[in-house]
T-cell receptor
Framework: DVKVTQSSRYLVKRTGEKVFLECVQD?????MFWYRQDPGLGLRLIYF???????EKGDIPEGYSVSREKKERFSLILESASTNQTSMYLCASSLRGLREQYFGPGTRLTVT | QKEVEQNSGPLSVPEGAIASLNCTYSDRVSQSFFWYRQYSGKSPELIMS????GDKEDGRFTAQLNKASQYVSLLIRDSQPSDSATYLCAVIKTSYDKVIFGPGTSLSVIP
C-alpha cells in the first residue's frame, strides 16, 4: 500500500513565525503535491513537483514556498505565517503520467 | 464555467438504495477521471479511477464515463450508512497537468 505521511496532525503557530510542513512518501512516486482545504473552497493546489529539485506553482502559491531535495520528501514552507493561512494542509503523491493521487492524513494548522 | 462541477448536495438516500453522484467537466481533452471519498476530518481516499468510455465496476461502486457528453458519474449500490461522506470528482487533462478537483458532493445514507 502507498503510504504518505505528514510531520504533524495538528500545529499551532504565531503570526510571523516560519512554519515547515513535511511530507514523505514511500512508493517511489515522481509527483508530489501540496493542497490546502477550506470549507466552501474545496481543495486548492499550492505547489507541485514532478521531480527532485523541480517545483511548479499551483493556484495559490503566494505566501508559500517548497523544497524537494530528495524524491521521497516534499516540504511546504510558510515564510511568515498569517492568520489567513489557518487551514487543513494535505500532501499527495502519484506516479508520473495521468495517475491517481494518494493523500497523507493532513495537518491542521492554526495561526494565532 | 468551472472546470469540474458537481452538485454540492447534500444528497440523502435510504440505506440499501442506489446513490448516484454526477460530475461534469469543461475541457474535452481531459483523459483521466477519479472519484475520491472524504470522511469528515479525514483526507481524501481514492475509490475509483476510469480512463475510457463506459462502465467500470468495483464491488458496490460503478464509475461511468461519457466523454462525448463530458460527464462522469459514480453509482453506489446497496448504500450503507458508512458511505456517508463527501465525494470528490477529479480530472487530469494531459500528462504533467495538475489534477482538477470538483467541489464535492455530500452524501448522507439514512438508516
Amino acid at each position: 500500500d502507498v503510504k504518505v505521511t505528514q510531520s504533524s496532525r495538528y500545529l499551532v503557530k504565531r503570526t510571523g513565525e516560519k512554519v515547515f510542513l513535511e511530507c514523505v512518501q514511500d512508493m517511489d512516486h515522481e509527483n508530489m503535491f501540496w493542497y490546502r482545504q477550506d470549507p466552501g473552497l474545496g481543495l486548492r493546489l499550492i505547489y507541485f513537483s514532478y521531480d527532485v529539485k523541480m517545483k511548479e506553482k499551483g493556484d495559490i502559491p503566494e505566501g508559500y514556498s517548497v523544497s524537494r531535495e530528495k524524491k521521497e520528501r516534499f516540504s511546504l514552507i510558510l515564510e511568515s505565517a498569517s492568520t489567513n493561512q489557518t487551514s487543513m494542509y494535505l500532501c499527495a503523491s502519484s506516479l508520473r503520467g495521468l495517475r491517481e493521487q494518494y493523500f497523507g492524513p493532513g495537518t491542521r494548522l492554526t495561526v494565532t | 464555467q468551472k472546470e469540474v462541477e458537481q452538485n454540492s448536495g447534500p444528497l440523502s438516500v435510504p440505506e440499501g438504495a442506489i446513490a448516484s453522484l454526477n460530475c461534469t467537466y469543461s475541457d474535452r481533452v481531459s483523459q483521466s477521471f477519479f472519484w475520491y471519498r472524504q470522511y469528515s476530518g479525514k483526507s481524501p481516499e481514492l475509490i475509483m479511477s476510469i480512463y475510457s468510455n463506459g462502465d467500470k465496476e468495483d464491488g458496490r461502486f460503478t464509475a461511468q464515463l461519457n466523454k462525448a457528453s463530458q460527464y462522469v458519474s459514480l453509482l453506489i449500490r446497496d448504500s450503507q450508512p458508512s458511505d456517508s461522506a463527501t465525494y470528490l470528482c477529479a480530472v487530469i487533462k494531459t500528462s504533467y497537468d495538475k489534477v482538477i478537483f470538483g467541489p464535492g458532493t455530500s452524501l448522507s445514507v439514512i438508516p
